[in-house]
């Protein structure tokens, strides 16, 4: 069975950095495109950043490009997201996502929350 | 960037019921669609991708269809686990985005 497990998820101060990571196990996971999507407390899915399989091509959404980088280490089954200049609105659930063909997200994890707040 | 409607945002139907969730592109998106499922307190799941085809595991009852800007996302028969926001989402061109969502309610 494929099973994605975020991880790092806390509270930050406005400003702060955080790594999320999220461990892959199920699957031969250097062959697979990653992603990650977020919630906000209350609203809808957000798509974040995408990875290709061996992390040569990376897409950002607008609201974090500069800021959050997508990475990933295959010899460790280990997606990342680094998040720098965190502001409130970034606090949400934020989940990883195995890609499809670089299309659609088939296997999601159960998420990890990022509280950005003084 | 692609914008992605639903609608309604609020849909409240009776189990046994047939559904119909809609989804907007401002733009053609060809079949580049996924419709995803997400249960209070849980993570989404993949139900339709390229605007018809059925993941693993979805139950027949649940169909999509559309292609360009115009798709559908169709429940046959609800069930008690068919109440939940349901979300579309096009992988067409980057950014992705994903629809509002709409949640379904029991009448």
């Known amino acids: 069975e494929v099973q994605l497990v975020e991880s790092g998820g806390d509270l930050v101060q406005p400003g702060g950095s955080l790594r999320l990571s999220c461990v892959a196990s199920?699957?031969?996971?250097?062959?697979?495109?990653m992603t990650w999507v977020r919630q906000a407390p209350g609203k809808g899915l957000e798509w974040v950043a995408a990875?290709?399989?061996?992390?040569?091509?990376?897409h950002y959404a607008d609201s974090v490009k500069g800021r959050f980088t997508i990475s990933r280490d295959n010899s460790k089954d280990t997606l990342y997201l680094q998040m720098t200049s965190l502001r409130a609105e970034d606090t949400a659930v934020y989940y990883c996502?195995?890609?499809?063909?670089?299309?659609?997200?088939?296997?999601w994890g159960k998420g990890t929350t990022v509280t950005v707040s003084s | 960037e692609i914008v992605m409607t639903q609608s309604p945002a609020t849909l409240s139907l009776s189990p046994g019921e047939r559904a119909t969730l809609s989804c907007r592109a401002s733009?053609?998106?060809?079949?580049?669609l996924a419709w995803y499922q997400q249960r209070p307190g849980q993570a989404p799941r993949l139900l339709i991708y390229?605007?018809?085809s059925r993941a693993i595991r979805i139950p027949a009852r649940f169909s999509g269809s559309g292609s360009g800007t115009e798709f559908t996302l169709t429940i046959s028969s609800l069930q008690s686990e068919d109440f939940a926001v349901y979300y579309c989402?096009?992988?067409?061109?980057?950014?992705?985005?994903f629809g509002q969502g709409t949640k379904l309610e029991i009448k």
């Open positions: 996502a195995k890609v499809n063909g670089y299309e659609y997200m088939d296997v």
């Open positions: 199920g699957l031969t996971f250097s062959r697979y495109a």
């Open positions: 990875t290709s399989e061996r992390g040569g091509s990376t």
């Open positions: 733009q053609s998106i060809s079949n580049n």
């Open positions: 390229g605007a018809s």
């Open positions: 989402q096009q992988y067409n061109n980057w950014p992705y985005t």
